[in-house]
């Protein structure tokens, strides 16, 4: 488990990572909070908010998280278009989807 402040520099870190070794750039200075809220994940403004449970998470889900919410800024709804961009930020994300969805209620 991390504390709060903990993991969010290593959301920050996976996401540097994520779009550096993927060629893929975000217009603008994104920012990662991390917070208690009823949903695990979402973007507001030039903001990735990320529930403070996440924490309990192994990083390659943490990683798939990311990439999921930066799909976002392109594509709204969880069409193919939006699959395709969750593969180009992260091409493994799929290991970390099914880990998410296997522990999530």
Do not use: C
């Not at 009823?38 to 390659?60: H, M, R």
């Not at 999921?68 to 392109?74: G, Q, S």
């Amino acid at each position: 488990m991390y504390r709060k402040q903990d993991l969010r520099q290593t959301l920050h870190r996976l996401m540097n990572e994520l779009l550096e070794e993927n060629g893929v750039e975000i217009y603008g200075d994104f920012k990662i909070e991390v917070a208690d809220m009823d949903t695990l994940a979402f973007i507001k403004g030039s903001k990735i908010y990320v529930n403070t449970k996440a924490s309990k998470y192994p990083l390659y889900v943490l990683k798939y998280i990311i990439a999921h919410e930066i799909a976002h800024l392109a594509v709204k709804g969880h069409t193919r278009k939006f699959w395709e961009t969750v593969k180009h930020v992260y091409p493994e994300y799929e290991k970390g989807k099914q880990e998410l969805l296997r522990r999530l209620p």
